[in-house]
């Protein structure tokens, strides 16, 4: 079965400079998630995207932006990356918005800021 | 707010052996509960979940049943593999806002490892 690809799979990125992370949800899933886990963390919620329209947003930082496209992928922009933005960055998706909807993980990127 | 306590970690048991990983939940309203596996360098994987009071989730060999009046979704197995050597995840999921948006919150993890 199709699962959720993200893009990159690693990125090495030096201070300051911007980064741009990509999700393509599984087919048919309307709703896109994005979290960021820290080292030895448990994973934290960004934001979110239904139908193309931003649906929630968690602790995302300002630099941080994102968007879902026509064809439901989604894209994290990252821009004056920190020492501290270093970390797993997963995109979820799920098929709407229903209670108890499972979302589906992707593999994540692995973000380090040098 | 909402939250996810998890059992502290790491926990390590031989093979075999039964496993009970603990997870209390704090919600304003009526949360869908979850269990997340993440194996070394791969991403999260749903093992059970229960959506609402008194379901029972199960998944390979892994049961966890809602308890409302504890705010509790404990995970258990009764004889535990090698290969269930993995982060263990305890989440909640709930209506956010008027959208529906339903992002999960998570508890902090348990490092679990399985000798042979």
């Known amino acids: 079965a199709a699962g959720v690809i993200q893009s990159p799979r690693h990125l090495i990125k030096e201070k300051r400079e911007t980064a741009t992370l990509k999700c393509y949800p599984i087919p048919r899933h309307d709703t896109v998630y994005w979290y960021q886990q820290g080292p030895g963390q448990d994973p934290q919620f960004l934001i979110s995207?239904?139908?193309?329209?931003?649906?929630d947003k968690g602790s995302i930082p300002d630099r941080f932006s994102a968007q879902q496209f026509s064809d439901y992928h989604s894209e994290l922009n990252m821009s004056s990356l920190e020492l501290g933005d270093s970390a797993l960055y997963f995109c979820?998706?799920?098929?709407?918005?229903?209670?108890?909807?499972?979302?589906?993980f992707g593999p994540g990127t692995r973000l380090l800021v040098l | 707010g909402n939250s996810v306590t998890q059992m502290e970690g790491p926990v390590t048991l031989s093979e075999e052996a039964f496993l009970t990983i603990n997870c209390t939940y704090t919600?304003?309203?009526?949360?869908?509960l979850f269990w997340y596996v993440q194996y070394p360098g791969e991403g999260l994987q749903l093992l059970l979940k229960a959506t609402k009071a008194d379901d029972k989730g199960s998944n390979k060999g892994f049961e966890a049943t809602y308890r409302k009046e504890t705010t509790s979704f404990h995970l258990e197995k009764g004889s535990v593999q090698v290969s269930d050597s993995a982060v263990y995840f305890c989440?909640?999921?709930?209506?956010?806002?008027?959208?529906?948006?339903?992002?999960?919150?998570f508890g902090q993890g348990t490092r679990l490892t399985i000798n042979p």
């Open positions: 989440a909640l999921s709930l209506i956010s806002n008027g959208v529906g948006a339903q992002k999960l919150v």
């Open positions: 919600a304003t309203g009526y949360p869908s």
């Open positions: 979820a998706s799920s098929s709407g918005l229903a209670s108890g909807e499972t979302q589906y």
């Open positions: 995207f239904y139908e193309k329209m931003q649906s």
